[in-house]
């Protein structure tokens, strides 16, 4: 099993309905998030190229995170989820450093937060992380790449994609599709 | 042109806008770790060569600062921690991948040793000292009967340290100015350099005081070819890495990198141990706490400028 996401640039209208829900799903701390939305703007006026993407943790296959963790609390989960269990994280930050996308923060707590891919809560109970099932415009596809079959699987064998910085080698699995 | 927005705000605490998640404990840290580091690898080293008569300061007086100088990084580092409660999570597992899990086993290894070093030769310092107890009499003579092994195993585990202090931080592939595997040599070069200082500013004896900055000057050139090198690697990398090495060439810590780390803190006081080696009246003082201010400011640049280079995409 490999769970992945791949979200749709040409889609995608930067409406933040899914930081939102994720924020309320997931009873992120007032102040923070999970995930959010950067808009690219390449070239000058009136050429301009806008791509809008939605992100978060990209639950990288070969993720630095979790390699310099020093108590295993940041862990590859079902599917390879990359996870931080609360009670084993000592908050020494490793890992926030470790990040080339800055996908996780510090909780209040003390513990270190990020992306679950909505895991325990929906996904195990079947259901699509809260942000893939609240977008207005559907721009999000979630599911098993080992399934031929998933939303995700499906999606990435007719469109042209990409992900984020490959070249730190962290072989992300959060796909946009451009 | 390309503009890169994050039109749904995010404003995570300490990661927006620039990472700042490591403050002044860390590079605190690894300085105390380092100079502990330090002293220790020259104790060991003129024990093992049986210099331990011309090199006293070195092996008999300076060691007593480590365990001090130990204690006080561990209490940096814990003040860095921010689920502090859960601090014995390191020691319940061993992960060799990560730094910060064998740098925490490192120090677990070697403060002990460092306590041992000092009731070793703690006759040096009060010389009526008496164990009271038989065995722990007993326990003295049997350490002191395998000083050597002792001698390098402390070697060993020193070297590590101070490959570590700079390890931390080159594991990072997120932060490119980190990102280099010059930092292991560099810092434990730095860290052998404060320590030889920190000799030099306790010794009273002549000789041992011009070995110790003899020592010294060749760390410091050994440090600056290093720095030069790191330089040339960063130039002829990726542009993440040219402009990792541009905030050091006329980017914000051009300043406290240039003045303060290379030349404050290691031509200057090359000059001025060279000087004093040629039989120029030097006062003591002013190189060693020069090459210690260069330490110590060295890791905050570092430990700072490094969360502010990132991959851009
Ligand atoms: S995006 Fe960052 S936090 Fe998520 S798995 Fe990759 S390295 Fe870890
Ligand atoms: S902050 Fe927590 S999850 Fe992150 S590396 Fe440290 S112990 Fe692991």
Redesign the interface.
């Known amino acids: 099993m490999r769970y992945a996401m791949a979200v749709d640039t040409k889609k995608c209208v ?1 409406c ?1 309905d899914c ?1 939102v829900a994720c924020q309320t799903e997931n009873n992120v701390p007032i ?3 999970r ?10 006026y009136p050429q301009l190229e806008i791509e ?1 993407r939605s992100e978060r943790c990209n639950h990288c296959e070969n993720s ?1 995170c979790v ?7 940041s862990h590859y989960a079902e599917g390879g989820v990359v996870l931080v269990t ?9 890992c ?7 996908a ?3 909780h209040p ?4 937060d990020k992306c679950t891919f909505c895991l325990h809560n929906r996904v195990e109970k079947g259901l699509d992380p809260a942000c893939v099932s609240v977008c207005p415009t559907k721009c999000m596809y979630f599911g098993d790449l080992d399934d031929p079959n998933s939303p995700v699987s499906k999606v990435l064998k007719t469109r042209k994609f990409k992900t ?2 490959p ?3 962290t072989n992300p699995q959060l796909y946009f599709l451009i | 042109m390309r503009e890169e927005l994050i039109v749904s705000g995010r404003m995570n605490h300490l990661i927006d806008p620039q990472l700042n998640i490591w403050h002044w404990q860390i590079p605190l840290y690894l300085f105390l770790g380092g100079l502990a580091a330090g002293i220790l690898f020259f104790a060991a080293l003129f024990t093992i060569l049986g210099k331990e008569k011309e090199y006293p300061t070195a092996v008999r007086i300076a060691p007593f600062l480590v365990p001090f100088l130990l204690i006080l990084g561990l209490l940096a580092l814990f003040i860095d921690l921010n689920h502090k409660l859960y601090f014995w999570r390191l020691y319940t597992i061993i992960r060799l991948q990560s730094p910060m899990g064998w740098g925490a086993w490192t120090l677990m290894i070697i403060t002990p040793l460092s306590f041992v070093w000092c009731a070793l030769n703690i006759k040096t310092i009060f010389p009526n000292w008496n164990w009271k107890y038989n065995w722990l009499i007993d326990l003295e003579a049997f350490l002191r009967k395998h000083v050597i092994v002792i001698s390098w195993i402390i070697l060993i585990y020193s070297l590590i340290l101070g490959v570590y202090t700079g390890i931390l931080f080159s594991a990072f592939n997120a932060r490119p100015l980190w990102n280099t595997s010059i930092l292991g040599p560099l810092f434990l070069t730095s860290g052998l350099s404060t320590a030889a200082a920190v000799v030099i500013m306790m010794s009273k004896n002549i000789h041992e005081r011009h070995k110790f900055a003899r020592i010294d000057l060749m760390l410091i050139g050994i440090e600056l070819f290093l720095i030069v090198h790191m330089f040339m690697g960063f130039l002829a990398s990726a542009q993440v890495q040219i402009d990792a090495a541009s905030l050091f060439l006329g980017g914000p810590y051009t300043t406290p990198f240039w003045l303060f780390v290379v030349t404050l803190g290691l031509a200057f006081p090359a000059l001025l141990e060279f000087l004093e080696i040629k039989g120029f009246k030097m006062p003591v003082f002013i190189a060693p706490a020069l090459v210690l201010m260069g330490g110590l400011i060295f890791r905050f640049v570092i430990a700072y400028a490094g969360q502010a280079s990132r991959w851009l995409y």
């Open positions: 930067g933040s930081v102040g923070f998030c995930d959010w939305v950067v808009e690219v703007t390449d070239g000058t809008i630095p390699r310099c963790c020093p108590t295993g609390a609360p009670n084993k994280c000592i908050g020494c930050g490793a926030i450093a470790s990040c080339p996308y800055d996780r923060y510090p707590d003390g513990y270190v984020l910085i070249e730190a080698g």
